[in-house]
């Protein structure tokens, strides 16, 4: 199974900040890379897709970058709204597996 | 719009089996995959299974394959999941998820239901 490690796992951040995200996989997935975000008693909402390509409805302030084993989330310019857990996916094989998230909270 | 209603979850002794089902609207169900996925504190999110649009592809993760049976209805816009002699360490947050193809391969989330809690415990 390709492992998926995120980092940090938490972190705190201001309005108006820019906040990286990094997810590294055990073997390379090229750029099957998927971000989803959560917030607490809701399920998953994909943001970013196959690396880089953002969903309908999500914002500008994020992107996301990468490929192989390393990837990013980027958002440029936090908002309240952005808080919550973070989650990468590789789609590359099955069994498809996830980052054990980062927890995004607002100062 | 897009909406997965999942339903079935509730208390179950270890050893025993149960089905929770979910019943999806607002898209053509047999253009997509479908996929079952769950979420507990201690293991974060964890994919379980998937079945192509027209049936005829099905994959499960290592964990579940011959315990977790998963089928759909494409006459009922159903998708469900047999659960056989589940453990306390299948007690989880079980969700409902459309790939966003109608292949399992190469699969993205896009539309995820609330989800349905079922709880292994004596």
């Known amino acids: 199974d390709i492992q998926m490690t995120q980092s940090p ?3 705190s951040a201001s309005v108006g900040d820019r906040v990286t995200i990094t997810c590294r996989s055990s073997q390379s997935v090229h750029t099957f890379l998927n971000w989803y975000h959560q917030r607490p008693g809701k399920a998953p909402n994909i943001m970013i897709s196959t690396t880089s390509i953002l969903m309908t409805g999500i914002p500008s302030r994020f992107s996301g ?9 980027t958002i440029s310019g936090l908002q309240p709204e952005d808080s919550g857990v973070y989650f990468c996916q590789q789609s590359l094989s099955m069994p498809y597996t996830f980052g054990q998230g980062t927890s995004v909270e607002i100062k | 719009q897009v909406q997965l209603v999942a339903s079935g979850g509730g208390v179950v002794q270890p050893g025993k089996s149960l089905t929770i089902t979910c019943s999806v609207s607002g898209f053509f169900f047999g253009s997509y995959a479908m996929h079952w996925v769950r979420q507990s504190p201690g293991k974060g999110l964890e994919w379980l299974a998937a079945v192509s649009n027209d049936n005829l592809d099905r994959e499960s ?3 579940v394959k011959g315990r977790f049976t998963i089928s759909r209805d494409n006459y009922r816009n159903t998708v469900s999941l047999y659960m056989d002699n589940l453990r306390g360490e299948d007690t989880a947050v079980y969700y409902c998820v459309r790939s966003h193809a109608p292949f399992i391969d190469r699969s993205q989330f896009d539309f995820w239901g609330q989800g349905t809690l079922v709880t292994v415990s004596s």
Not at chain 1, 65 to 73: A, N, R, V, Y
């Open chain 2, 61 to 63: 993760t290592a964990s």
């Open chain 1, 65 to 73: 970058s990468g490929s192989g084993t390393q990837f990013t989330l």
């Open chain 1, 9 to 11: 796992s938490s972190l």
